[in-house]
C-alpha cells in the first residue's frame, strides 16, 4: 500500500509528472507514491524521471486505459 | 628585439600542475523566454515546470516579446511614451492574452486551442507558469527588454527575479546549465 496516491487520471503531459513531483516532496526516504494516469506518454516519461530523480520505480502496471505506476522516494 | 632574440625562458621551478577540472556549478536547464507567441509561451511553461519536477535547477531569461507574457493581467497599457504605448495597445500583454502565430484568426485559433487542451487535460500556459513558480523555477527579466518597452517591476507579475543582461544568463550556461532557446 503506497503512502500517497496521485489521481492524474485525465490529465496530460506535464501535469502527471509534475503533481508526482510535487506529492513525492511530502515523503521521507523510503515511501512510496501510486501514481494513476491516462496519459500514454506518461509510461516512458515516469521511467525517465525516475532516472534523472533516482527515486525507483517499483512497480508498473496497466488496467484498461488507466496506467499505475508505483515510485519509491530516494 | 625579434622573437628569435628573445631569450629563452627556463623554468627554476616546476610548473604548477594543472588543475583539475571544475566540475559545473550551475547545472540544470537555462530557459530563453523570447517569444510571445501563444505556442511558444506553452512550450516554455511545460519545459519549465517539467524540469523543476525532474528536480534540476531551473531559470527562465525572459526576454523582448516573452517579457510581455510576464505583464500583470490587469495592465492593459504599458510603457512611458507613446511608442511603448502604441505597442502595448497593438499586442496585449499578460499570459492570457497571447495569439498565436499561424492561424489566429482574430482570436478564434486561440479559443480553439484553449477549447481542445481543456478537452485533453492538457494545462494551460498560466497554469502551469503557476506550477512552475511554486516548484521553485526563477523567472528574471531581461533589463535591457523592460528599458526598451518602458516596463517597471510593478508591471511585472509577482516573484520575478531581479532584473539582468544577457551576460547574466550566459554565465548560467557558462557555468553547466544547459540553454533552451524559445
Not at chain 2, 485533453?120 to 531581461?142: I, N, R, T, W
Request: proline share 6%; hydrophobic share 45%.
Amino acid at each position: 500500500m503506497a503512502n500517497i496516491v496521485v489521481d492524474a487520471k485525465g490529465l496530460n503531459c506535464p501535469m502527471p509528472i509534475v503533481k508526482t513531483a510535487q506529492a513525492i516532496k511530502a515523503l521521507a526516504s523510503g515511501q512510496t507514491v501510486e501514481v494513476l494516469a491516462t496519459d500514454a506518454g506518461s509510461v516512458k516519461d515516469f521511467a525517465a524521471w525516475s532516472k534523472t530523480t533516482g527515486n525507483e520505480l517499483v512497480e508498473q502496471t496497466k488496467d484498461g486505459g488507466v496506467f499505475r505506476f508505483v515510485l519509491r522516494k530516494k | 628585439m625579434t622573437l628569435a632574440e628573445a631569450p629563452v625562458v627556463v623554468a627554476t621551478e616546476p610548473a604548477p600542475a594543472p588543475a583539475a577540472a571544475e566540475p559545473p556549478t550551475q547545472q540544470g536547464i537555462a530557459i530563453i523566454c523570447y517569444s510571445g507567441e501563444l505556442e511558444k509561451t506553452w512550450a516554455a511553461m511545460i519545459l519549465a515546470s517539467t524540469s523543476a519536477s525532474l528536480g534540476l535547477p531551473t531559470k527562465v531569461f525572459v526576454t523582448f516579446w516573452g517579457l510581455q507574457t510576464f505583464v500583470k493581467s490587469g495592465k492593459r497599457i504599458t510603457g512611458q511614451n507613446w511608442m511603448q504605448k502604441m505597442l502595448a495597445m497593438m499586442s496585449r500583454p499578460g499570459i492570457k492574452h497571447r495569439k498565436m502565430s499561424k492561424m489566429n484568426f482574430l482570436g478564434m485559433g486561440p479559443w480553439m486551442m484553449f477549447k481542445l487542451a481543456k478537452q485533453y487535460g492538457v494545462s494551460s500556459p498560466a497554469e502551469l507558469l503557476e506550477v512552475a513558480q511554486m516548484m521553485g523555477v526563477e523567472f528574471v527579466p531581461c533589463q535591457m527588454t523592460m528599458d526598451m518597452f518602458g516596463l517597471t517591476r510593478d508591471d511585472l507579475i509577482e516573484g520575478m527575479g531581479e532584473p539582468v543582461g544577457a551576460a547574466t544568463y550566459l554565465s548560467y550556461v557558462a557555468e553547466g546549465a544547459a540553454p533552451i532557446f524559445i
